[in-house]
């Protein structure tokens, strides 16, 4: 019995996490985002969290301390809700994020499971979802809720960053009488350039498609066989692909840089009807890549540094190419940034690959890629990508780029 338990309470909690792209789930999402203008974000925490600046958010969005959610909210049938936030620690040794909804009793997030321990020492930007109970959701316009963090950090500046928060609420299968969109993918062995679509429905305003396989993970897990879905300020960021374009739904799927798989694929789906209500469809059959005349490999990277921030020094990471580096046509390189402008060059093996680009103090999602004599830079075996120290600008520390987990990610494309 002793050992049943804990199985058990494992799948429950594995049915809930899962439950966004659970075959037959309905379900609303509610957004409270930031405004656009200038990749604006709330601060929790610190001398700069909302708390100590009233007022500078829209009233729509805060009143009072409280942070408004602008929609109304639909209770009927409801069976579960759950909250997810987009957050970026900032600040390294942040603990204690938690929220409270409607002046009820505040529940901690915690930190990221899947990041190396300590988890607050590193930096990531990353989606988590937090189980709240209906009864204290309120039907209606009337939901409001607080954030806050532990107020020790070693020097006194406890800082997340949130750019969007998602309200979900799931509902009994009688909410709705629509059958499901089914996927419509003749292929069972994936091109390199196709369209994915489904049946031709009018019940629906829109698809999103999400990949389940092997591949860079923009969610900031570290974990890169998964259900790749992410959002950023409450819209799909790096998926496979939405559309509303019905009654079809079609988007151009290109498969050339998916690394080569170990495991079957599937593409999953949720179509929005109408109401705003999602349906989760059922995932397509194990999907394999079709013959093509190149491979690539995903090169995980290894002895990723904490707190990887280029104002504070330079810093390395390690990974290892497994065949001779002149069979090596292209290499991308992957990682989630924040302010990238503050770069100061990325080395591989000492050689400079890249300098800067993007904005300043914003999310940047880096994919650039490689194919002259940058290739002569990999060598077989072990490989150091290292970032060099940002400089003080006008005699002025700034910020510096910042590597978030699960570090800088390397693909190359191969013969």
């Not at 610190?46 to 408004?68: D, F, V």
């Not at 009337?142 to 509902?171: C, H, S």
């Not at 694929?265 to 890549?289: I, Q």
């Not at 540094?305 to 390395?316: A, I, M």
């Amino acid at each position: 019995m002793n050992k049943i338990f804990p199985l058990l309470i494992n799948l429950i909690l594995l049915s809930q996490l899962s439950a966004q792209w659970e075959p037959g789930s309905l379900y609303k999402e509610y957004q409270w985002v930031t405004p656009e203008d200038g990749e604006a974000f709330l601060r929790v925490g610190g001398r700069y969290g909302y708390t100590e600046q009233p007022g500078k958010l829209p009233a729509e969005l805060e009143q009072n301390g409280r942070l408004l959610l602008p929609a109304s909210v639909d209770l009927k049938m409801a069976i579960r809700a759950e909250v997810t936030i987009e957050r970026v620690q900032s600040h390294e040794d942040t603990k204690g994020l938690e929220i409270s909804w409607n002046d009820n009793r505040f529940r901690p997030f915690g930190l990221p499971k899947d990041l190396p321990d300590p988890a607050d020492e590193y930096m990531f930007h990353t989606d988590q979802t937090l189980t709240i109970p209906v009864a204290e959701l309120n039907g209606g316009k009337e939901n409001y809720f607080a954030m806050k963090v532990d107020t020790a950090q070693r020097w006194d500046w406890p800082q997340n960053l949130i750019y969007g928060l998602t309200l979900r609420i799931y509902y009994a299968p009688q909410k709705s009488t629509l059958a499901v969109p089914r996927l419509k993918y003749d292929q069972q062995k994936v091109p390199s350039l196709s369209y994915l679509s489904v049946y031709k429905d009018t019940n629906f305003v829109a698809v999103d498609y999400a990949l389940e396989a092997t591949d860079m993970d923009w969610s900031g897990r570290g974990d890169f066989r998964r259900i790749h879905w992410q959002t950023h300020r409450g819209r799909p960021n790096r998926t496979l692909g939405s559309s509303t374009s019905g009654p079809v739904f079609s988007v151009r799927w290109n498969s050339e840089w998916l690394p080569d798989q170990r495991l079957p694929m599937r593409v999953h789906l949720r179509a929005m009807d109408h109401n705003g209500l999602f349906h989760v469809g059922e995932p397509s059959a194990g999907l394999t890549l079709a013959e093509r005349p190149y491979g690539v490999a995903l090169l995980r990277p290894r002895e990723v540094p904490r707190n990887w921030v280029t104002r504070s020094g330079t810093f390395l990471e390690k990974f290892d190419l497994g065949l001779d580096p002149k069979r090596v046509r292209a290499l991308q390189l992957l990682w989630n940034s924040w302010s990238p402008c503050y770069a100061n060059g990325l080395f591989l093996n000492d050689h400079l690959l890249w300098m800067r680009e993007g904005d300043c103090y914003v999310y940047a999602a880096l994919d650039p890629i490689f194919t002259d004599a940058e290739l002569g830079f990999l060598v077989e075996g072990e490989n150091i990508l290292r970032t060099a120290l940002t400089p003080l600008f006008d005699g002025q520390m700034v910020h510096g780029m910042e590597v978030q987990w699960p570090g800088i990610v390397a693909k190359v494309r191969y013969e």
